[in-house]
């Protein structure tokens, strides 16, 4: 009696190991709660649950009986449903939340799903947390990892051209700053977003990305294809901060100058001189360089009469 007393014990230990499936239809009901009400603890607890029922509900194999298919194909496809409402949930409630709990958030869904739609219009909020939260060192890292599911999401492209520059990898840096300024073009307004709030950020990331490859080009004297990338930044960077303008027209003056000298082209040395002209008037470092340039040019262009 007593041997049967302590099996019993045990059957009863051992099955409250066993993994108790949720009631998934009532556990996305009270995720949605959750969500509303912006318990962030909760959301991810649930969430992550959620998501791996859900997977293990769609991985399910079809079934042999053709009468069942039709029910094996709903339920699959409602899995998947749910599976991806559980990624908006991470996502949703990580925006709204402190920098800390939004790395969290993000986090956890980058490994949920690190190809996850949700994560696409979520990495600039994400690389501003890190920051606010100590982690700015890793927010390079973050961003190469990001890159290889979304290679042309401007907010990483942005973050990998500028650590690029900064380090000095100018062959890096000009690529980077190519590919941002064609990913930006094409890039359509995020969901929910103002349209000044987006007009403003893609004419910002516009200058950014053609000034960061002419720069880049300029730094390795490649001044054809400086030249080429930093024309269209002028007009993005008129009317922001002069010092940034007076350094891209001194570069444009530098680049049109050589060009011009190369080819023989008079025309082309003194459209680089303006540019001097207008280094020369804004305040900066490089005014009284660009001054002395514009004279000197002219100088030179005069003597190839």
């Known amino acids: 009696m007593k041997l049967h007393t302590l099996t019993c014990a045990a059957i009863l230990c051992a099955g409250s190991l066993l993994a108790v499936p949720l ?3 009532g556990s996305l009901a009270e995720l949605k709660t959750l969500v509303e009400k912006k318990d962030s603890v909760e959301v991810k607890k649930l969430a992550t649950e959620i998501s791996a029922q859900a997977r293990e509900e769609a991985a399910e194999a079809a079934p042999a009986a053709a009468a069942d298919k039709e029910a094996w194909q709903s ?3 409602r899995a998947k449903e749910i599976d991806l409402y559980t990624e908006y949930a991470l996502s949703a409630t990580a925006l709204q939340s ?5 790395v969290d958030l993000i986090a956890t869904l980058e490994h949920q799903n690190p190809k996850s739609k949700y994560l696409d219009d979520a990495y600039a909020a994400y690389f501003v947390a890190l920051t606010k939260s100590g982690a700015a060192a890793k927010v390079p890292a973050v961003a190469e990892k990001a890159l290889a ?6 907010d990483i492209l942005y973050v990998l051209a500028d650590a690029a520059y900064a380090g000095k990898r100018f062959d890096r840096a000009a690529a980077f700053g190519a590919r941002l300024a064609a990913a930006i073009a094409k890039k359509a307004k995020p969901e929910g977003m103002p349209a000044a709030d987006w007009d403003k950020k893609k004419s910002l990331t516009s200058g950014y990305a053609y000034r960061i490859a002419g720069l880049s080009y300029f730094q390795q004297n490649d001044y054809f294809n400086a030249e080429k990338n930093l024309r269209p930044s002028i007009p993005f960077l008129k009317g922001g901060d002069e010092g940034t303008l007076a350094t891209v027209l001194y570069c444009m003056c530098v680049s049109d100058y050589n060009l011009g000298r190369q080819g023989l082209n008079k025309a082309q040395m003194l459209e680089g001189a303006n540019y001097c002209d207008q280094a020369a008037k804004l305040k900066s470092p490089v005014a009284q360089q660009a001054w002395t340039n514009a004279h000197n040019i002219r100088a030179e262009a005069e003597r190839k009469r």
């Open 149 to 154: 599911n979304f290679p042309s999401n401007p």
């Open 75 to 77: 339920k699959v496809a």
């Open 98 to 102: 402190e920098p800390a709990v939004l």
């Open 23 to 25: 009631d998934i239809e």
